[in-house]
């Protein structure tokens, strides 16, 4: 059975950082697509960034692109998200998700199973 389990949320001034965690486990297949997601209160959820185990590629959202990194540690079955110059706007409950393929990029729908989420709040 698959489970993720995010860690690493909290509250942070703007302009700081905070990294995420996401350990994975009980996945049978060898290549996969993961990625985090965000939702903030009254919004749709949206795609942040997602890697693909096979390569490595990544993608952003252009909200987060030069701020935020994502990667995994394939030994220890952990993904993470390095959040730099963190702002207002960041301030949100963020998943992990775990899929079969990368062709839909950040469309959360290609995603087959999620974390119970962390919480990250930006001040000013």
């Known amino acids: 059975q698959v489970q993720l389990v995010e860690s690493g949320g909290g509250s942070v001034q703007a302009g700081g950082s905070l990294r995420l965690s996401c350990a994975a486990s009980g996945f049978p297949f060898s290549t996969y697509c993961m990625g985090w997601f965000r939702q903030a209160p009254g919004k749709e959820r949206e795609g942040v960034a997602r890697v693909y185990s096979g390569t490595g590629s990544t993608d952003y959202a252009d909200s987060v692109k030069g701020r935020f990194t994502i990667y995994q540690d394939s030994a220890k079955n952990t993904l993470y998200l390095q959040m730099n110059s963190l702002k207002l706007e960041d301030t949100a409950m963020y998943y992990c998700?775990?899929?079969?393929?990368?062709?839909?990029?950040?469309?959360?729908?290609?995603?087959?199973?999620w974390g119970q989420g962390t919480e990250v709040t930006v001040s000013s």
């Open positions: 998700a775990l899929g079969f393929s990368c062709a839909g990029g950040l469309r959360s729908s290609q995603y087959s199973y």
